[in-house]
């Protein structure tokens, strides 16, 4: 009813082209700002920030980046983990040989440098589609995760082979190390993820991002109405990795705190980011948020429920857990191929109409 | 030949084309040892509309091809604005202004109208990638320009009921149309069309034909066209090119060509007695 249009006129282009042509969805974005900004820190408990909200915020900003390459440029990667690897360890080796500077600044470096090794790798998507380019990032994993093992000065030589974060501050209040407190963490990701989501949005809509899509839709059509192949990949694939490095760097540094690569950016981390995306939806920033949700909060909210309300054994449940988000995913993918985003969209046609048929 | 090229040129309709704006000399182009162009040559003058015809197989898309640059031709030049072209990647020949529709539509399909034709204009947009991440001031005042180029087309088109939905989901003859439109978001100074009548009905061929002809009056701009129905070759061409086995087998105004001896037998056969 109070889901319309009607009367929300646009008098010129740039509304026109807004991100939230209805009203009401303009307020229930400012609403969700306001609520994730200046609410949930006062009521955060670490159990909240570390099983849920911070890893979900994390994963978030990995599979905007993954959409950005896979969902709107059309090119599949299986290298997500090894790219945050890249970010974690980028981050690590700032954050200790730069001990002064803000570690804000390390992170947005490491994303820079995962941005460049992105492209390194991105190389071969000049000459590479498909399932060949997914074999070929493939080796960007592998390659990637047995660098950081097998060369100690990644890890400055220490003996357990892992990298742990230092304790850094901003504004004198420490965001990573092991005195954090829940709501500086997910403050800390928050607002990345807020910041991140805008600047993919603007990407994604204008010339660059339409690049990208025309190359994902027809590639040949592209080219020669004047998409330059070349400079189109080239630039999703560092835009991609600068994300998934940022989040690297953040689910190494603020999330773990120490991580070991093989274990934390291993292939699972790869396909867990690819099955984000394509659960959420492939093309859709929306997506990218509704998937990582989907894949963080259910299995968490699936243990509350078997083993907290049925107080079935844990071992038991977990196991349980396994086949009932394998069933949904399945079930998700044949109901809507297109993936939560997709869905989401139809609801909205609906109530945008509703009481009404059509 | 290059002192009477500039000169301007009078239409059988009366109409006066410009000077030579392209120019194909001796093309041959061969795939290992198909020859789909056979040293073939001709001109294209500045606001005229060209018509290549001839039978299946005659080599014309591949001529296209060569125009648009996604075929580097064997042997031969292709002379453009007065200077030979060196070879370039296809995205650079539409930098220098040339626009093509295809002969199976070839739209992005997840995209919607409107942003399918804003893709259009992709060689005139100059923001960088750190302008448009924040999408303050110069980006968008740049989009917002092009969003007021990219109305004109729609509106021109008739296409604003369409504006929003993913092109996917059109009909074949409308999503004909956006592709007309994204060739023309470009300003091209060339546009090449490959059969752009191919598959629609008598009213559909009827509304085409008269964007085609409005874009060459209002625009001014030059067209080449394939196209298969003879009829609307003849209504719409200033000169045609007849193409046979990839050799050029008629070349002039519509009516000389349809009594050309070679192009008669070419499209209705000839008996070898």
Redesign the interface.
């Known amino acids: 009813m109070f889901y319309r249009e009607a009367g929300d006129f646009k008098t010129?282009?740039?509304d026109d082209?807004q991100t939230f042509p209805i009203r009401f969805d303009r307020y229930r974005y400012y609403a969700v700002l306001v609520v994730a900004l200046a609410v949930v820190p006062f009521f955060i408990d670490s159990y909240w920030a570390n099983a849920l909200l911070v890893p979900f915020l994390i994963y978030a900003i990995a599979a905007i980046g993954l959409n950005i390459l896979t969902g709107y440029c059309g090119q599949v990667s299986l290298g997500t983990g090894g790219f945050m690897a890249v970010g974690a360890y980028a981050c690590y080796k700032l954050m200790t040989a730069f001990p002064d500077v803000n570690i804000v600044l390390h992170i947005i470096a490491a994303g820079g440098i995962t941005a460049a090794v992105g492209v390194l790798f991105g190389l071969p998507s000049l000459r590479i589609k498909g399932f060949y380019l997914a074999v070929a990032t493939l080796a960007a994993q592998f390659f990637l995760v047995w660098l950081f093992n097998k060369v100690p000065w990644f890890y400055n030589y220490s003996a357990s082979g892992q990298i742990s974060a230092p304790e850094r501050t901003v504004f004198g209040i420490a965001v990573t190390g092991p005195n954090t407190e829940a709501w500086a963490k997910y403050l800390v990701c928050l607002l990345f993820v807020v910041v991140l989501a805008w600047?993919a949005r603007?990407?994604t809509?204008?010339?660059?991002g339409?690049?990208w899509?025309?190359i994902?839709?027809?590639d040949?059509?592209?080219?020669?109405?004047?998409?330059?192949?070349l400079k189109a990949k080239l630039?999703a694939f560092a835009?991609s990795s600068f994300y998934i490095g940022i989040a690297g760097a953040l689910f190494f540094a603020v999330y773990l705190g120490a991580v070991e690569v093989g274990e934390a950016f291993g292939i699972q981390k790869s396909f867990l980011i690819l099955f984000m995306i394509i659960i959420g939806g492939l093309?859709s920033i929306f997506g990218s948020f509704a998937g990582a949700a989907f894949l963080v909060l259910l299995p968490v909210l699936l243990k509350n429920v078997l083993v907290g309300t049925l107080g079935w054994p844990t071992d038991l449940a977990a196991h349980i857990e396994l086949m009932i988000v394998g069933a949904l995913i399945i079930v998700f993918l044949i109901a809507e191929p297109h993936g939560i985003a997709q869905l989401w969209r139809i609801a909205k046609e609906k109530l945008r109409l509703w009481p009404f048929p059509h | 030949m290059t002192m009477a090229s500039a000169e301007p040129y009078v239409t059988e309709d009366g109409r006066t084309i410009g000077g030579v704006v392209m120019e194909l000399k001796n093309i041959t182009l061969r795939f290992g040892g198909v020859v789909a162009i056979k040293d073939i040559s001709f001109d294209i003058r500045e606001g005229e509309i060209r018509a290549i015809i001839g039978p299946n197989g005659a080599g014309k898309s591949s001529m296209l091809n060569v125009i648009s640059g996604f075929y580097t031709p064997t042997e031969g030049e292709v002379w453009f604005e007065g200077k030979p072209r060196p070879k370039m990647r296809p995205y650079q020949v539409a930098q220098q202004g040339i626009a093509r529709t295809f002969q199976n539509i070839a739209l992005f399909s997840g995209m919607s109208t409107l942003d399918n034709i804003m893709t259009g204009r992709i060689t005139r947009m100059r923001t960088g990638l750190f302008s448009q991440a924040l999408w303050m001031g110069k980006a968008e005042r740049e989009e917002t320009e092009h969003r007021a180029a990219v109305e004109k087309i729609i509106d021109f088109l008739e296409i604003q009921h369409i504006r929003k939905t993913p092109v996917g989901r059109l009909p074949y003859g409308l999503q004909k149309r956006v592709e007309l439109g994204r060739a023309l978001a470009a300003e091209p100074r060339l546009l090449l069309l490959d059969e752009p009548m191919a598959g629609m009905n008598v009213e559909e061929k009827e509304d085409m034909s008269r964007f085609i002809l409005d874009v060459n009056d209002e625009f001014g701009t030059t067209i080449v066209l394939i196209e298969h129905d003879m009829g609307v070759v003849m209504d719409l061409s200033d000169r045609v090119v007849v193409m046979d086995y990839g050799k050029k087998i008629g070349d002039g105004p519509p009516t000389e060509v349809r009594n050309n001896k070679e192009v008669i037998d070419a499209y209705l056969g000839v008996s070898h007695d």
């Open positions: 010129s282009y740039r082209s600047v603007n990407l809509r204008g010339s660059i339409r690049s899509m025309a994902r839709d027809m040949i059509a592209a080219e020669i109405i004047g998409v330059n192949p630039t835009v093309g």
